[in-house]
């Protein structure tokens, strides 16, 4: 299985999908970037996804979720589908965290804005053999124990994004 994020060229993910784009829900950039998960297993029911940021650690001190989803019947999403919706459910970003967002305002696409220097983003994506008993807004620790034996195969994209200057 192979997974492309549709919007990286030259492994540098676009300026629009983060803190140097113009869509915002207060500080939190929000316009997701499409992919294209190939080679799927023929047995595959669903996918799952996270995007998160371990270069955050020495900032942050943990590792920075951005994204995290699952139940995707489609082997791809379009740009923009964690606004617009679709066939699957979103769960929560760190925003939630230490930001001010509440729960349901960190719900989905919350993309990278790197503090101190050029991140890379990691971009892991898992075929699921049966959909995940999850709800929207749910928390990263949940969809990892949900996957529990449900892994056909997974997939990892890496783009890098720097700060605003």
């Known amino acids: ?23 915002f829900r207060e500080d939190m950039p929000t316009r997701s970037f499409g992919f ?33 989803f699952t139940n995707l ?6 740009e923009n589908a964690s606004l617009q919706g679709g066939d699957f459910i979103q769960g929560v970003n760190s925003w939630h965290g230490p930001g001010d967002f509440t729960r349901k305002e960190a719900t989905g696409y919350g993309g990278p ?15 699921l053999s049966a959909p995940l008993e ?5 928390y990263l620790n949940d969809l990892m124990k949900e ?3 449900k ?7 890496y783009a890098v994004y720097s700060p605003r200057v």
């Open 113 to 127: 804005a790197p503090p101190d220097r050029e991140h890379e983003y990691r971009f892991r994506v898992f075929a």
């Open 1 to 23: 299985m192979r997974v492309r994020i549709l919007g990286v060229e030259n492994g540098i993910l676009d300026d629009r999908f983060g803190s140097k784009g113009s869509e």
């Open 134 to 138: 999850l709800e929207e807004g749910f």
């Open 147 to 149: 996957m529990r034996g």
């Open 36 to 68: 294209l998960a190939e080679d799927v297993p023929p047995d595959t029911v669903c996918l799952a996804g996270i995007f998160d940021d371990p270069d955050a650690v020495p900032v942050g001190g943990f590792i920075w979720i951005h994204w995290c």
């Open 151 to 157: 892994m056909l195969a997974h997939a990892s994209a």
């Open 73 to 78: 019947k489609d082997h791809g999403m379009n």
